[in-house]
């Protein structure tokens, strides 16, 4: 009996190691555990490639309905920054739940909405989303550093916002367990949490609701998985629309697609922004990390370089252009374009991105540049912690083109005497 690695199967196939280990996931190919490593008989993989199985990822992503989308045009009001700008920002109050260091929050306070509320789990996120928000930005707002699924931590937040109006709940409720890389666990706690996010939801009633989550969520249990999200809150009231963005679409140098649900309890169409740039006009990594290139390390502005020896550097000089430096890795440790947009950035301790010159990985400060974080956006802890904030952050421009898409939406309902009307 012949056994192969993830890894093999991935090369026999000519496909990444995430698509055998989805089709893995779903069951469509069998596999064992081997001293808790994933090993896959021959004849079983032989099988699978007989019957066209491998083309588990494109079947997956294609797996459900069309999305209904209503398509915005922000291009007129992208000038508008309200994170520089006090004379930008709007009344619209938000609240960012599972805030992490603030990537989203920071992209809705470019649309010029306020912050008034968020929670956050991790400490280390929580004192830079302090030391953003509240010290060099002066937003007054109650930050929680506690688990959201605890009731006395809800009614905190609920006494910090007590008599203000909220016009929009936001959150990126955790996203690990429904992740197309490696197993999707089903029944993974985090993947309740959006259920913790609803009930507040539900007791606050914010004009609008913003969710966001990774293309996972979309073919988990079939399409299900969405399906339960979106009748849920139509159970408490709100109307869901949801497609997937492009993060390169709204000017960050960088593809990263994320699922967003937007949805409305006031009876006005969701709309989605629509995209600002194509392929052709995507911003580059060179665009955006240009300017560090001769820049000494400055733990200041988190621009803290990896320490590597010769061997090392040598070896990631010869990485070539879009692949990794380790042979049994699909989407890590990679050599980024410099004429492209970067791969996604991720929370795995700076091993997804290789500086495409210089032969080294990427710094903080040049990921969170990726991200398109603004250069005053100074993450605290260590090294360690700050790349785990910018790979799990929602890159602040995709949340600012989201934020300007609810800004028309609540600019429309509160200007027009036919659609204002008092709702409960």
């Known amino acids: 009996m012949s056994i192969i690695t993830i890894a093999e199967a991935a090369e026999l196939a000519g496909k990444s190691q995430k698509t055998i280990r989805r089709a893995v996931a779903a069951k469509k190919l069998k596999s064992t555990k081997i001293q808790n490593k994933t090993r896959i008989e021959k004849d079983d993989f032989d099988e ?15 797996s459900y309905k069309k999305d209904e989308v209503n398509w915005i045009d922000i291009s007129d009001s992208w000038k508008i920054d309200g994170w520089n700008k006090k004379k930008d920002r709007s009344e619209y ?10 990537g989203l929050s920071c992209g809705l306070v470019m649309a010029g909405l306020n912050p008034v509320a968020s929670v956050e789990i991790m400490p280390e996120a929580v004192a830079t989303y302090e030391r953003n928000f509240i010290k ?14 605890e009731q006395c931590v809800k009614e905190n937040l609920y006494k910090a916002v007590e008599g203000k109006h909220i016009d929009v709940i936001a959150g990126g409720f955790p996203c690990q367990g429904f992740s197309m890389s490696g197993y999707r666990v089903v029944d993974d706690p985090r993947n309740s949490l959006y259920k913790e996010m609803k009930s507040i939801v539900e007791h606050l009633r914010p004009d609008f609701v913003v969710m966001e989550n990774v293309e996972g969520l979309r073919s988990m249990l079939n399409g299900k998985v969405e399906e339960k999200i979106i009748e849920d809150y139509k159970d408490i009231g709100y109307n869901i629309n949801i497609t997937v963005l492009n993060s390169a679409d709204y000017y960050t140098p960088q593809t990263r697609h994320r699922v967003i649900f ?21 911003r580059t990594v060179g665009q955006a990390i240009g300017k560090y290139m001769d820049c000494p390390e400055d733990k200041s502005i988190n621009h803290i370089f990896a320490k590597t020896s010769p061997t090392m550097q040598e070896r990631l000089k010869a990485v070539p252009v879009g692949k990794s430096l380790y042979s ?4 890590a440790w990679k050599k980024v374009d410099w004429n492209k947009p970067s791969c996604t950035v991720k929370e795995n301790h700076g091993g997804v991105n290789i500086h495409p010159i210089l032969s080294r990985p990427m ?9 398109s974080f603004p250069d005053d956006f100074i993450f605290e802890g260590s090294k360690k912690w700050q790349l785990v904030q910018i790979g799990n952050a929602v890159p602040c421009f995709l949340g600012k083109a989201i934020g300007l898409s609810l ?7 509160h200007n027009s005497p036919k659609l204002c009307k008092n709702v409960i």
């Not at 109050?93 to 260091?101: E, M, P, R, T, Y």
């Not at 937007?262 to 995507?282: A, C, F, Q, S």
């Not at 710094?363 to 991200?371: F, H, S, W």
């Open 48 to 62: 699978w490639m007989k019957n066209g199985c491998c083309g588990t990822e494109e079947q997956d992503n294609n």
């Open 262 to 282: 937007i949805g409305n309890r006031i009876g006005v169409t969701n709309y989605h922004p629509k995209p600002l740039l194509d392929e052709k006009h995507y």
């Open 136 to 149: 060099a930005k002066g937003f007054d707002e109650k930050v929680e550093t506690r688990d959201i699924r």
């Open 407 to 413: 800004r028309k939406m609540m600019d429309n309902y």
């Open 93 to 102: 109050n938000f609240i960012d739940l599972f805030s992490g260091a603030g």
């Open 328 to 331: 049994n890795y699909s989407d």
């Open 363 to 371: 710094t903080p400060r040049e990921l969170a540049t990726l991200q």
